[in-house]
């Protein structure tokens, strides 16, 4: 028993050292400890082995190599799922990061005055969020109007057109 207990704790342990250790070890190693190999998966099916095993070896008399027999298959399904659940958080895609140069063509509204060959602000959604810019247009437009980015400026300001002209 205390042999089933110990594996299990020292899995735990083990779980423990690949989140502090981050990938170390897979850089290392160049690769060959990722994926079924990696610290996670193994973490999980020793712990899985001692536990079970443990629990099956208290609890039914099939003994110490019936206990190992039934640990494993667990640690083994433990060991599968954790490598699952990896590859799956791996490939989990976030949405694009906005680039200034998607505002060229998005629609704004005039928050203060542009002056002709001067700068205003607008008010535009970048990444789905308003933000207000800087603007600066070719001919003067009034606060309210609707306008079309032309050009990023910087990553403060664009240059812009009224919508309706």
Do not use: N
Request: charged content about 15%.
């Amino acid at each position: 028993m205390v042999l089933l207990l110990s594996l299990g704790t020292a899995g735990l342990a083990l779980l423990v050292l690949s989140l502090v250790v981050d990938g170390l070890l897979e850089g290392l190693f160049d690769g060959v400890a990722d994926g079924p190999l990696s610290l996670p998966v193994a973490a999980g099916f020793l712990s899985m082995l001692g536990f079970a095993g443990a629990i099956v070896l208290g609890t039914t008399p099939l003994g110490m190599a019936g206990s190992l027999l039934v640990g494993a298959l667990a640690g083994a399904a433990a060991g599968r799922l954790t490598w699952k659940f990896s590859r799956a958080l791996m490939r989990d895609q976030t949405s694009v990061t906005p680039r200034s140069e998607d505002l060229v063509g998005s629609e704004g509204t005039v928050v203060t005055a542009i002056p002709a060959d001067g700068y205003g602000e607008v008010l535009l959604r970048a990444g789905g969020q308003p933000v207000k810019f800087a603007a600066r247009s070719a001919v003067s437009v009034e606060r309210g109007a609707e306008v079309w980015v032309e050009a990023v400026l910087s990553t403060t300001s664009v240059a812009v057109r009224p919508a309706r002209t």
